[in-house]
T-cell receptor, first 115, second 113 residues
């Protein structure tokens, strides 16, 4: 059974810092690895999706990498801003058995960027 | 605008009173899914549907029912709600292909007294 772990659980940084959020998964049989952002009281917004054949994806100040063999993904946020404050979730789309690409989520990293 | 909508957004009910949370998407997606989100447990899948009339259990299906009579709608039914079903519920959809991300609704916060 796939398990996804995110470290750290919470992170507080001053504005302008570059930061890294970590995600690990136990089963490397995945279709893709996705990163989402969740604002308080809101739904999830997709940030980046890395296919299993890819090593990284970039969108603006965000860069996500994937190392399937070691079961790890990282989300790098450059020049953080207070507007980046949110909970960041990673999710593995499982490829095994009859899971049909089911997403298994980590518990998230709560990011606070203070001015 | 492409979106997933859920209703109601907030609901307070009492134990045993049947309720339905509606979910609708306007993107012609084949795959739809329900999740619940609880502190310390994260997001867990309740049920999913690969297409009309095709549904299957996720990780925590007990106490829930779903139906998929139309492609755009995927209601979540609680026949006899209990306090342990107090949670934040999300509906999501995507295309049939596994290469695409899922689009999430805004969430329904349910309190069962």
């Amino acid at each position: 059974k796939q398990e996804v772990t995110q470290i750290p659980a919470a992170l507080s940084v001053p504005e302008g810092e570059n930061l890294v959020l970590n995600c690990s998964f136990t089963d490397s049989a995945i279709y893709n690895l996705q990163w989402f952002r969740q604002d308080p009281g809101k739904g999830l917004t997709s940030l980046l999706l890395i296919q299993s054949s890819q090593r990284e994806q970039t969108s603006g100040r965000l860069n996500a990498s994937l190392d399937k063999s070691s079961g790890r993904s990282t989300l790098y946020i450059a020049a953080s801003q207070p507007g980046d404050s949110a909970t960041y979730l990673c999710a593995a789309a499982n490829a095994g058995g009859t899971s049909y690409g089911k997403l298994t989520f980590g518990q998230g990293t709560i990011l606070t960027v203070h001015p | 605008e492409a979106q997933v909508t859920q209703n109601p957004r907030y609901l307070i009910t009492v134990t045993g009173k049947k309720l339905t949370v509606t979910c609708s998407q306007n993107m012609n997606h084949e795959y739809m899914s329900w999740y619940r989100q609880d502190p310390g447990l994260g997001l867990r899948q309740i049920y999913y549907s690969m297409n009309v009339e095709v549904t299957d259990k996720g990780d925590v299906p007990e106490g829930y029912k779903v139906s998929r009579k139309e492609k755009r709608n995927f209601p979540l039914i609680l026949e006899s709600p209990s306090p342990n079903q107090t949670s934040l519920y999300f509906c999501a959809s995507r295309t049939a292909g596994f290469q695409e991300t899922q689009y999430f609704g805004p969430g329904t916060r349910l309190l069962v007294l």
